[in-house]
């Protein structure tokens, strides 16, 4: 195809060297000012090229079979042949487009020197049309505008030509790589993905769409969790996408690469309900057979490949509508396809965008045409002309005024770039099935119904989802324990009940019941806490649980103190008590006992008022870890429980507890131990060895039963009627003496008689034989003297005289006192017959205890 050259090799070899000097230039950023050595490119006013019939076009493409990326170049030269043969049928434009195809073989320099022939040895070209190599078409794009021509590729993807500053005279009828990214935002909005990653082949130009998405998830919102790039082994990086959760994986790597990919997903359980796959689309079909270096069969591929969606541009629209070559891209692709069946060369996606260019160009070529004519007119009276910025200006403003519908949808150009349709297409069961489109134009995404498919029963989860749950107390548990506390509670109000009812019962009345009640109330606020600690955040809002949190925690040190505090009381004065190994009497009242409790309750709420103050209770909450569904759901279960917590919290509970252990330390110090039960046993037994008229002792009548305490009492009344009857006896006894003091000697002797059973009672109730009255060693000593005989030398005295004598008085008073003190004072637990009014203080039994069973015994007298 190609045409005569006019200039000779020969003639050209030095512009050639030239020429090369001068791209180079362009290159770096410098114009060329000698371009007009073999083709004038800067007069496009005064080129006779714009008013042709025959219109040369550049092509730039690899057609040698040996090249990299050819095959596209083959499949894509049908296309644009018939793009111009249904221009010319049009009859829309005065000019017919001539078609020149340079070979750049996909490699810069022969790339570069086919544009050199083409610029020194070819027609006037008025635009380039191809670029299909990355590297070779950025090469020749940087330095168009140096010669005022504008390039446009229909297959070059790459994401770097999109930089207009360094490509200004760049456009691309194929949508760049980037453009799928916002058709993948679309996509992650439209299932409510809001956390992805991404996994990168580190070569350029998947970094760069890397680069771009980053920017565009970013503006939208999206987290991006996890970003992993790799060389050649991909199963690291797919593994830390594992562990930092990342469900949504946006990959960008190469089918040969992708096939690892897969295979890596497979060994490390990351495909299927929970994980969904988002990659290129632009793989040759059964990729994963041609390109599977992997250890994994084709079998496990296909299983971990299932459902991953790929998102590409759309090579022709779905739309029935008829483009600007009157055909609809249907009935075009029947004609390219028996075009190109009749060449025998293989399809191409980029067939569609290559003859969507070739009307791009005619439409713009003619509308500069008119421009020029129009200026051409204007100026024909100034003789003026048109310089190659103006020209080169007029190109690139028509060229993004473009819009039309063409086989490949709307074709319109924003900076250069295409702004056109995106496929998503998904893997099911061994083939791609188209599940949506995104149209760039409107911002709108169109997935048809019921195609897409998910493998759970829904679309994977973006992460997995924690669902706190609280743990708390089994409410069935907490209903039978509330229902036992309140049983509780109503028998403690039923015996406070009693207790108050039955305060002054004799029985009751000797077992403190105002102790008692103190006892039943502490118990009372102790059930109380019971039902404050079964709450949680289940029944109460996270303010409310805080309050609960020093409510219960006050009632429950109150009730506890209040309880065991009246306890330890009744307990130490029990101790009190028995610690008196001499049987000392000894009277603690109910009043000491209430101090005792009311100063424990004082250092509690010293404490709790302190502790509220200083370092209040907060609500805390202590997560465990992770536990999966027990449903199968997609979500993870991770329990908590809340607690009541504090700062310092092992502060104060170390001052409760020492305060509280404290307390506990007393109250074992209090209960009698063995050796104090010894000591008293010991006292006991040699008291009954001491006093063999004693019946009982202190031991025996506390284990007497009740038949030997009825027998007693009986004694005690019997013992009290005749001491009624000796106080008679006494009072007779008495007047006789103060009526005839002279018959003092002929008293009877049975009077004696009966002061002996007096001393006789005593002795009864006393158990020591050496404790007996000191009367009765008197008279025993003397008692001739006494009772039996008169003085002699008293006998001849007169009767008032003896009366008053001073040893009648002392007579009266050796008699009378003792008696009385035998009669009386025994019974209230005073001093016995041993105290004479010449008896010393000292060895009184005043200052002796009675044994504690007779004291009760006597003591009702």
């Known amino acids: 195809m190609r045409g005569s050259m006019a200039p000779s090799r020969r003639d050209c070899r030095w512009e050639m060297i030239f020429l090369s000097g001068c791209l180079l230039l ?12 073999c083709n004038d490119y800067t007069r496009h006013g005064l080129d006779t090229t714009w008013y042709s019939k025959d219109v040369p076009i550049m092509v730039l493409m ?48 022969k790339g570069l020197r086919a544009f050199f022939d083409a610029i020194c040895y070819g027609p006037k070209h008025l635009m380039i049309f191809g670029g299909v190599c990355p590297s070779v078409t950025s090469i020749i ?12 590729s229909f297959a070059a993807t790459t994401p770097v030509l999109a930089d207009k500053k360094k490509y200004p005279n760049f456009f691309r009828t194929v949508p760049s790589d980037n453009a799928v990214n916002p058709a993948v935002v679309k996509f992650l909005n439209y299932y409510n993905w809001r956390r992805v990653g991404t996994l990168t082949q580190d070569v350029q130009r998947f970094s760069e769409v890397r680069n771009d998405l980053t920017n565009e998830l970013e503006r939208a919102n999206i987290q991006i969790a996890d970003t992993e790039s790799f060389s050649n082994d991909p199963c690291v990086n797919v593994k830390k996408l594992k562990d930092n959760d990342v469900r949504i994986i946006i990959g960008q790597f190469d089918e040969n690469l992708a096939s690892k990919v897969f295979c890596c997903a497979y060994n490390l359980n990351m495909y299927g309900s929970k994980y969904q796959w988002i990659i ?18 084709t079998k496990k591929l296909l299983t971990a490949m299932n459902g991953y969606i790929s998102v590409d541009f759309e090579p022709l629209s779905a739309k029935k509508t008829k483009g600007i070559s009157g055909r609809t891209p249907e009935e075009y692709e029947k004609e390219y396809n028996r075009e190109r069946e009749q060449k025998g060369v293989e399809s191409s996606k980029f067939h569609g965008f290559a003859y969507d260019g070739i009307w791009v160009i005619a439409r713009t070529l003619s509308r500069v045409m008119e421009l020029l004519h129009q200026k051409q007119r204007h100026n024909i009276y100034r003789n003026a002309t048109m310089d190659d910025h103006e020209v080169g200006k007029m190109v690139l403003d028509v060229m993004n005024e473009t819009n039309f519908f063409g086989v490949t949808g709307q074709v319109m150009f924003r900076n250069g770039e295409r702004m056109g349709t995106i496929k998503f297409t998904q893997f099911q069961e061994g083939e791609e099935v188209k599940v949506g489109e995104y149209n760039a134009i409107a911002d709108i995404l169109d997935l048809t119904n019921n195609t897409i498919w998910f493998p759970g029963v829904g679309p994977p989860k973006d992460r997995t989802f924690v669902h706190p749950q609280r743990r708390h107390i089994n409410v069935p548990l907490y209903s039978i324990l509330s229902t036992i506390t309140i049983l509780g509670m109503l028998m403690a109000g039923a ?41 949680d955040g289940s029944f109460v809002s996270e303010k409310e649980f805080e309050t609960l949190c020093t409510v219960r925690t006050w009632i429950l040190t109150v009730g506890y103190t209040t309880a065991f505090g009246a306890m330890f009381a009744k307990t130490w004065r029990v101790h009190a008590i028995f610690k008196n190994v001499k049987m000392k009497k000894k009277i603690i009242k109910d009043q000491k006992l209430l101090i005792i409790v009311g100063g424990m309750l004082l250092i509690d709420l010293c404490i709790l008022i302190c502790w509220q103050i200083v370092d ?23 329990p908590f429980l809340e607690h009541c917590e504090n700062t310092h919290m092992t502060i104060w509970l170390g001052i409760v507890y020492a305060y509280k252990g404290l307390l506990m330390l007393i109250t074992m110090r209090t209960n009698p131990d063995a050796a104090t039960q010894n000591r008293r046993l010991k006292f006991t037994q040699n008291q009954k060895k001491e006093d063999s008229k004693t019946s009982t002792s202190v031991t025996s009548v506390n284990q007497a039963n009740t038949s030997r305490l009825d027998g007693l009492q009986a004694d005690n009344h019997r013992l009290r009627m005749r001491i ?37 009672i005593r002795n009864f109730t006393d158990s020591k034989d050496g404790e007996k009255s000191l009367l009765k060693n ?46 009386y004072l025994p019974s209230i637990g005073g001093v016995d017959a041993s105290c004479s009014p010449n008896s010393s203080p000292a060895s009184s039994p005043r200052h002796r205890h009675m044994p504690p069973s007779y004291r009760v015994m006597v003591s009702g007298l």
């Not at 290129?280 to 069969?297: L, R």
């Not at 406070?496 to 502490?522: A, D, E, Q, T, V």
């Not at 003085?791 to 009648?808: L, T, V």
């Open 62 to 109: 690899p057609m040698n079979e040996s090249a990299l990326m050819s095959s596209i170049s083959q499949g894509i030269e049908p296309a644009v042949q018939l793009a111009i043969q249904h221009i010319r049928e049009s009859k829309q434009y005065s000019f017919s487009l001539i078609t020149k195809i340079y070979d750049t073989e996909c490699d810069n320099a």
């Open 26 to 37: 362009s290159v770096l950023g410098f114009q060329p000012t000698a371009a007009k050595v």
């Open 495 to 535: 015996f406070l009940f009693f207790n108050i009812k039955n305060r002054n019962h004799r029985l009751i009345k000797m077992s403190s019941p105002y102790m008692n009640n103190l006892i039943i109330l502490g118990g009372m606020l102790s059930y109380t806490s019971i039902f404050l600690f079964g709450l």
């Open 778 to 823: 008197h008279l025993e000593q003397k008692p001739q003297a006494q009772w039996g005989s008169v003085d002699p030398s008293r006998i001849n005295r007169g009767p008032q005289e003896d009366i008053n004598s001073p040893e009648h008085i002392q007579r009266r008073l050796s008699l009378q006192l003792p008696i009385l003190h035998h009669a």
């Open 616 to 638: 209040p209770l907060k609500r805390t909450v202590e997560e465990y870890s992770l536990e999966a569904d027990p449903q199968g759901r997609d979500i993870a279960i991770r």
């Open 280 to 297: 290129p689309g632009w793989y040759q079909g059964n990729w994963w057979e041609q390109a599977n270096s992997t250890n994994c069969t």
């Open 724 to 760: 009624t009857e000796l106080d008679k006896e006494l009072e007779e006894v008495t007047m006789q003496l103060q009526d005839t003091p002279e018959k003092t000697p002929y008293i009877k002797q049975n009077h004696y008689q009966d002061v002996n059973n007096i001393l006789s």
């Open 141 to 152: 794009a940087e330095s168009l505008e140096g010669w005022n021509l504008v390039q446009l």
